[in-house]
């Protein structure tokens, strides 16, 4: 009986001694895939993520509209994760702009006029757009939206401190920015007010009337023990005094002892915290409890938050009592007709305001190149197809008349067949069988760059100089066809075209209309 016991109770040890190695085999695996960084996410009016350790798994950008995977996890690849999403794709509140690595748009927040989204990575800003920055495990990552033109990502010198109550606590906030000319710079920031709130209750943040000197150096006293988050905002600059010039940053002070009353306590509230996107102002009248708020030209109100709640689009609110240390952010938006006649766009296209391709896709248009995808979009981000880059083309060598091709998908109705038909006449273009030409599959980079090397040949430009920069350079040269290896030659040393910032040429990806913009306006220099 006793054997038989022992049998059974070894039996049962032995299984889950091997569901357990079979376990921990899984989570080494799965640890040695991943990389854990901390991320925080931030808005001049609040918090969007709060300091958090998550696992980032390099998964495939390409719902995102990446034309390229990434050999190992970027820090595009945190900030969806710390905002929830997966490879399945974005939310309605997030865009992005893959292959650059700049951030259109997080929960709403929108890079356009004078604000948009950046990022940092253990307390320095980097250089390159956040998709291609690759992550590391213990990287501490905080992404923020603020005032571009000027804007410098701060910090706090020390992210933790301890104090007993009454005693005094230093703080010295410091930043890192790149100026106009590429150059880093870094410096104490002055005039910054310190705001405080308690911690778990960081949507009663409040302004302590306390602001840094020309050393980025505040004090503050605690006579209430507890843990406090102290952060801060400076607004205002000379070009527009409406905007935060400077990220959130963050730091904890835990206070131990005894409560001292007292009204020097710099956790005692002044007067409500009032921010407001550009596009307008709010006013706090001498009431101390009324708030005018006033849409500059071009402008409306959007949204009115009082401690991140949304009172709706008023142009006035009256504080309660309770509220009377709120953190009241006001958010502007342009009207749409603002919009379709910005400076910043093209032939009213509300969605290239300040886009990286805005020049290219200003002479495309004007030159009747390009059209919008309706009468208020461009699509910059759209993937282009072979039947839109063929007609393109056609339009710049002023192609007229209804040829027909041989094509059978090509049908004579569609706008782009006389163009298709032109191009495979004159040798400019190859089908992708016998007798197809795949008008709606994505042009890939090298089909747009032998399409451009041939039509060169055509017209008689030259396009014996090809010994530039050498496709041997090029990480994934091996994956360049064999017959674009020359017209990709070609559109390197004429700077048509230049490899991905990866160290690749990505010779299968796609283009967007704003990539083909951009290579179509630097080939028309140059033949020109």
């Given at each position: 009986?006793k054997?038989?016991?022992?049998k ?6 032995l ?8 376990f921990?085999?899984?989570a080494s695996a799965?640890?040695d895939?991943?990389?854990r960084?901390?991320v925080?996410?931030e808005?001049?009016d609040?918090?969007l993520v709060y ?5 980032v798994d ?7 509209g ?8 970027t820090?595009?690849h945190?900030?969806i994760?710390?905002?929830?999403m997966?490879?399945t794709?974005p939310d309605?509140?997030?865009?992005v702009?893959?292959?650059t690595?700049w951030?259109?748009q997080v929960?709403g927040?929108?890079?356009t ?7 940092a990575?253990n307390?320095?800003v980097p250089d390159v ?8 495990n ?8 603020i005032?571009?033109?000027?804007g ?6 020390d992210?933790d401190k301890t104090a007993t109550t ?6 010295n906030?410091?930043s890192?920015y790149?100026?106009a000319t590429?150059?880093?710079?870094t410096?104490a ?11 778990g209750?960081?949507?009663?943040t409040?302004n ?9 150096h505040a004090?503050?006293t605690?006579n ?5 988050i102290?952060s801060?905002?400076?607004y205002?600059?000379?070009d527009?005094?409406?905007t935060c010039d400077?990220?959130r940053p963050?730091?904890?002070v835990?206070?131990t ?10 956790t005692?509230?002044?007067k409500?915290?009032?921010?407001t ?12 409890k009324?708030?005018?708020i006033?849409a500059d030209?071009?402008?409306?109100v959007?949204d ?7 009172v ?8 309660s009592?309770s509220e009377?240390?709120?953190t009241?952010?006001?958010t502007f938006?342009k ?6 006649n910005?400076?910043?766009?093209v ?5 290239v305001?300040?886009h990286w ?11 009747g190149l390009?059209y919008?995808?309706t009468?208020?979009?461009?699509s910059p ?6 039947g839109?880059?063929?007609?393109v083309l056609g339009r710049f060598?002023?192609v007229s ?6 094509f059978t998908?090509v ?5 782009y067949?006389?163009y298709v038909?032109w ?7 190859s089908g992708?069988?016998?007798n197809t030409?795949a008008p709606?599959?994505?042009?890939t980079?090298?089909q747009?760059?032998?399409i ?6 055509f017209i008689?430009s030259d396009?014996s100089?090809i010994?530039g920069?050498a496709?041997?350079?090029f ?5 360049i066809s064999?017959?674009?290896?020359t017209?990709?030659?070609y559109g390197?040393n004429a700077s048509?075209?230049?490899?991905r910032?990866?160290?690749s ?5 796609t283009a967007t209309r704003?990539?083909i913009?951009t290579?179509l306006?630097?080939?028309i220099?140059?033949?020109?």
């Amino acid at each position: 009986m006793k054997n038989n016991f022992f049998k059974k109770s070894t039996a049962f040890l032995l299984a889950m001694s091997m569901i357990f190695s079979l376990f921990m085999v899984t989570a080494s695996a799965q640890d040695d895939n991943s990389i854990r960084v901390l991320v925080r996410i931030e808005t001049p009016d609040k918090t969007l993520v709060y300091p958090e350790r998550i696992w980032v798994d390099n998964f495939s950008l390409k719902p995102f509209g990446a034309t390229a995977e990434k050999t190992s996890a970027t820090a595009l690849h945190a900030l969806i994760t710390a905002l929830g999403m997966d490879e399945t794709g974005p939310d309605n509140g997030f865009s992005v702009d893959t292959d650059t690595g700049w951030i259109n748009q997080v929960s709403g927040y929108q890079s356009t006029g004078y604000y948009s989204w950046m990022y940092a990575v253990n307390d320095e800003v980097p250089d390159v757009g956040c998709s291609n920055y690759q992550i590391k495990n213990g990287d501490e990552i905080v992404f923020y939206y603020i005032d571009s033109s000027i804007g410098a990502y701060s910090y706090f010198l020390d992210t933790d401190k301890t104090a007993t109550t009454g005693e005094k606590v230093n703080v010295n906030l410091f930043s890192v920015y790149w100026d106009a000319t590429k150059t880093k710079q870094t410096g104490a920031v002055e005039k910054a007010d310190i705001l405080v709130s308690k911690a778990g209750e960081e949507d009663a943040t409040i302004n302590t009337g306390v602001t840094t000197d020309n050393l980025g150096h505040a004090q503050l006293t605690f006579n209430t023990p507890g843990t406090y988050i102290v952060s801060a905002l400076r607004y205002g600059n000379a070009d527009n005094k409406d905007t935060c010039d400077i990220s959130r940053p963050r730091m904890t002070v835990t206070v131990t002892g005894n409560a001292i009353p007292s009204s020097t306590d710099s956790t005692t509230p002044v007067k409500p915290v009032i921010t407001t996107s550009a596009g307008g102002k709010a006013v706090l009248n001498a009431d101390g409890k009324t708030i005018n708020i006033t849409a500059d030209e071009g402008y409306e109100v959007a949204d009115v938050t009082v401690n991140s709640k949304s009172v709706g689009a008023v142009s006035q609110y009256v504080l309660s009592d309770s509220e009377k240390n709120a953190t009241i952010h006001v958010t502007f938006a342009k009207t749409v007709e603002s919009q379709l006649n910005d400076t910043t766009s093209v032939d009213g296209f509300i969605d290239v305001v300040n886009h990286w391709a805005l020049d290219a896709i200003k002479y495309v248009t004007e030159e009747g190149l390009f059209y919008g995808t309706t009468e208020s979009t461009f699509s910059p981000n759209a993937v282009m197809t072979r039947g839109m880059f063929v007609s393109v083309l056609g339009r710049f060598a002023k192609v007229s008349g209804n040829g027909v091709s041989d094509f059978t998908d090509v049908n004579e109705d569609e706008y782009y067949a006389p163009y298709v038909a032109w191009a495979a006449e004159k040798g400019i273009v190859s089908g992708t069988s016998a007798n197809t030409f795949a008008p709606n599959a994505p042009i890939t980079r090298e089909q747009a760059m032998t399409i451009l090397y041939k039509y060169a040949d055509f017209i008689g430009s030259d396009v014996s100089n090809i010994e530039g920069m050498a496709i041997n350079e090029f990480s994934d040269v091996n994956n360049i066809s064999a017959w674009a290896k020359t017209a990709v030659r070609y559109g390197l040393n004429a700077s048509v075209i230049r490899g991905r910032t990866d160290g690749s040429f990505d010779p299968q990806g796609t283009a967007t209309r704003a990539e083909i913009a951009t290579m179509l306006q630097k080939f028309i220099e140059h033949i020109n």
